[in-house]
């Protein structure tokens, strides 16, 4: 799969965007990150772990630490506001981007194309240029508008893959839900992975 973006909104579930950053990087995808500003807060309050706001590096260096990885070559960090960051165009060689968590309110941004930071640019970028752009939602119950934005941007070229796990693998575990859902997003891009067994297995 090669380069990734990765953007973290405000959505509850950050657990699982973190786990599919841990993965990519794992596999030694290439990843520029980007949290939301709800998104680091957010994921402040449900996971403890605090974005350093000051300075990309030293985010990554701290993303890569409480992610445990080997090191944090081939991340990195990109703040919203970075509005010249190269995931803003697209003449820079992007393979795939996942949202995830994915915020109604950054759904609606790309639904309707509203581009207004680094993060909603890069997935119009995506969209246009008709690459991969994947979005795990995580909203209940959904509204009209929701489900309406949902569809515009599944017909615009977006993948769906809605923060829903499933219970035919018996999970024992929110480890297992959350590895069921980061899963189905590699599966998606065609990354290899263990994080469930399949059905059939
Ligand atoms: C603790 C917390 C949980 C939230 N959970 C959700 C959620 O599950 N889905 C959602 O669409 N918005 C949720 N929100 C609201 C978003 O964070 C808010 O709409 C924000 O403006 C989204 O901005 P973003 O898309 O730029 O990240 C939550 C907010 C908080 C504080």
Same mark, same amino acid.
């Given at each position: 799969? $090669?380069?990734?973006? =990765?953007?973290?909104? $405000?959505?509850?579930? !950050?657990?699982?965007?973190?786990? /599919?950053?841990?993965?990519? !990087?794992?596999?030694?995808?290439? @990843?520029?990150?980007?949290?939301?500003? +709800?998104?680091?807060? =957010?994921?402040?309050?449900?996971?403890?772990?605090?974005?350093?706001?000051?300075?990309?590096? =030293?985010?990554?260096?701290?993303?890569?630490?409480? @992610?445990? @990885?080997?090191?944090?070559?081939?991340?990195?960090?990109?703040?919203?506001?970075?509005?010249?960051?190269?995931?803003?165009?697209? !003449?820079?060689?992007?393979?795939?981007?996942?949202?995830?968590?994915?915020?109604? $309110?950054?759904?609606?941004?790309?639904?309707?194309?509203?581009?207004?930071?680094? !993060?909603?640019? +890069?997935?119009?970028?995506? /969209?246009?240029?008709?690459?991969? /752009?994947?979005?795990?939602?995580?909203?209940?119950?959904?509204?009209?508008?929701?489900?309406?934005?949902?569809?515009?941007?599944?017909?615009?070229?977006?993948?769906?893959?809605? +923060?829903?796990? +499933?219970?035919?693998?018996?999970?024992?575990?929110?480890?297992?839900?959350?590895?069921?859902?980061?899963?189905?997003? /590699?599966?998606?891009?065609? =990354?290899?992975?263990?994080?469930?067994?399949?059905?059939?297995?």
């Amino acid at each position: 799969m $090669g380069v990734c973006t =990765v953007v973290v909104t $405000g959505a509850s579930g !950050s657990c699982y965007g973190m786990r /599919l950053i841990e993965q990519l !990087s794992l596999a030694g995808h290439e @990843l520029t990150v980007v949290f939301t500003n +709800a998104g680091r807060e =957010v994921t402040a309050f449900e996971l403890g772990f605090q974005l350093p706001t000051e300075d990309p590096r =030293v985010a990554a260096v701290a993303l890569a630490t409480y @992610l445990e @990885l080997p090191s944090a070559d081939g991340l990195r960090v990109a703040y919203p506001e970075q509005l010249f960051d190269a995931i803003a165009s697209g !003449s820079y060689r992007t393979d795939a981007m996942v949202v995830a968590p994915c915020s109604m $309110g950054f759904l609606a941004s790309v639904a309707h194309g509203m581009a207004d930071d680094l !993060s909603e640019r +890069a997935a119009d970028v995506m /969209l246009k240029e008709r690459r991969p /752009l994947v979005l795990v939602p995580r909203e209940a119950p959904l509204s009209l508008v929701h489900l309406r934005n949902l569809t515009s941007a599944a017909e615009a070229g977006a993948i769906i893959v809605p +923060a829903m796990p +499933a219970f035919y693998a018996k999970p024992e575990s929110i480890d297992d839900l959350v590895n069921f859902v980061v899963g189905k997003v /590699l599966d998606v891009l065609e =990354v290899e992975h263990h994080l469930f067994k399949r059905w059939g297995e």
